[in-house]
């Protein structure tokens, strides 16, 4: 069982990576930010007594599934919002606020220089972008693999897919991602 101790580390280890994950996914700032706290909150609630060391692959199945859950809601919620706006003519404001962003921590390079900071974050930004086009099932491969350090039956588990199609979706995510950067000029 997860100590109160272990299990606030885990969540406060996995908070960034798993906004950023379910960023990617719905392309919403506001519904990433619910989705990993209902995750957070049903690890806490239901799965609190779990040894510590099954709390990341716990952590990542309860993550796909709140986002699976948001995709479901919202088609739900827009065929009766299509239903009901086909009845009325309600002019729809748009509340969205544009200037809402998140940035992202540079971590503690005391020695770099203020263009070679500028420099990176603008190559994040762009290898964000592209990972952010990949098609769904590619980008969870990855970022449980690459980003989580997942190992393949533990991606496979989160995904609940094969072995297989797990290292399918990983290569043509990297191939899509290396040709798209090439692309656009990145060479890593």
């Not at 060391?53 to 009766?80: G, Y």
């Not at 974050?121 to 290898?127: D, F, G, K, L, T």
């Not at 533990?154 to 990297?174: D, F, I, P």
Request: hydrophobic content about 45%; glycine content about 4%.
């Amino acid at each position: 069982m997860a100590s109160k101790e272990e299990l606030d580390e885990f969540l406060a280890s996995v908070e960034r990576r798993a906004y950023k994950q379910a960023a990617f996914a719905v392309r919403d700032d506001d519904a990433a930010l619910d989705i990993v706290q209902e995750a957070m909150v049903k690890l806490t609630v239901n799965y609190a007594d779990r040894p510590a060391a099954e709390l990341p692959l716990v952590f990542t199945r309860i993550l796909q599934n709140a986002i699976h859950d948001h995709f479901r809601r919202s088609k739900v919620r827009n065929t009766w919002v299509t239903l009901f706006s086909s009845l009325g003519g309600n002019d729809d404001e748009d509340t969205a606020d544009p200037l809402e962003t998140l940035e992202s921590s540079g971590g503690s390079e005391q020695a770099e220089s203020a263009a070679d900071k500028v420099e990176r974050a603008q190559v994040v930004a762009i290898i964000e972008e592209e990972i952010a086009k990949l098609p769904a099932r590619q980008r969870e491969a990855f970022l449980l693999r690459y980003w989580e350090d997942f190992d393949v039956a533990e991606t496979a588990a989160a995904m609940g897919c094969s072995e297989g199609s797990v290292k399918t979706h990983c290569s043509r995510a990297t191939h899509a991602l290396a040709r798209a950067l090439r692309a656009r000029g990145i060479s890593l």
